[in-house]
């Protein structure tokens, strides 16, 4: 009689699912596992550098001012006549606030004031920014086409001389009238007054009036008395 060996039994679908869940859970974590910060390693986050900034100014707004008011003043004072860049080093004498500034420096800076003004004369309009527009007002008397111009320094004198000898010749003339007019008045002054016959009465009383028996006796006089 053979004998029954126990058969096994397959196991079910629960145990399997049991008995694979903990070796599948690693690799369901692995794939939603983020990267690992930058803390978490131990590595320090360098802050981001900024960018600079597109326009940097390379002059104040004072010293922009400051020199088109240096070029207005030379052409005011010199019949029209814009200063060389050695020139205008001298006539601002060290105001900028620039530091390091020559010659070369303030005739490539006057060059860009000028494009900068030919701009705005194109525009036909002045800019709206308040520097701007005081920059483009300040231009317009070192390129405009009529500058305030004063006369050079020779004229000047020789129309200060011509002035002083009018008005010279004018004072003599006067005091020359004045002169003639007082001699005239002294000779007035001398010449005797005509007297009226009360005046003369009281001046000379028995005068007076023997003129008046002549003159109504006809000049005769009086008859001699006779012996």
């Known amino acids: ?11 079910s679908s629960a145990v399997k699912r049991a008995s694979t869940g903990p070796t599948a859970l690693p690799e369901r974590n692995k794939r939603k596992t983020s990267p690992s910060l ?51 080093f001298g006539a601002l004498d060290g105001s900028l606030e620039k530091e390091g500034v020559g010659a070369k420096e303030l005739a490539i800076k006057q060059r860009s004031l000028k494009r900068r003004y030919d701009r705005d004369v ?5 800019p709206a920014d308040k520097h701007e527009r005081r920059l483009y007002l300040l231009s317009k ?11 050079p320094v020779a004229k000047v004198r020789s129309a200060t001389q011509a002035k002083c000898a009018g008005a010279q010749a004018s004072n003599a003339a006067a005091q020359a009238q004045a002169k003639s007019a007082d001699r005239q008045s002294g000779k007035e002054a001398l010449k005797p007054k005509a007297k009226t016959l009360d005046e003369m009465r009281e001046l000379y009383p028995y005068l007076v009036d023997e003129a008046t028996i002549l003159c109504r006796t006809g000049g005769a006089g009086e008859s001699a008395p006779q012996h």
């Open 38 to 88: 930058p803390e978490a390693s131990g590595a320090t986050q360098q802050p981001a550098k900024r960018k600079p900034p597109l326009f940097q100014r390379a002059w104040s707004p004072d010293d922009e001012v400051r020199i088109l008011e240096a070029l207005a003043t030379y052409r005011r004072e010199h019949g029209g006549r814009l200063p060389t860049p050695v020139e205008l």
């Open 1 to 11: 009689m053979a004998s029954s060996s126990p058969q096994l039994k397959e196991p």
């Open 122 to 126: 194109m525009k036909n309009a002045p």
């Open 141 to 151: 008397h070192v390129w405009g086409r009529v500058p305030p111009t004063r006369p």
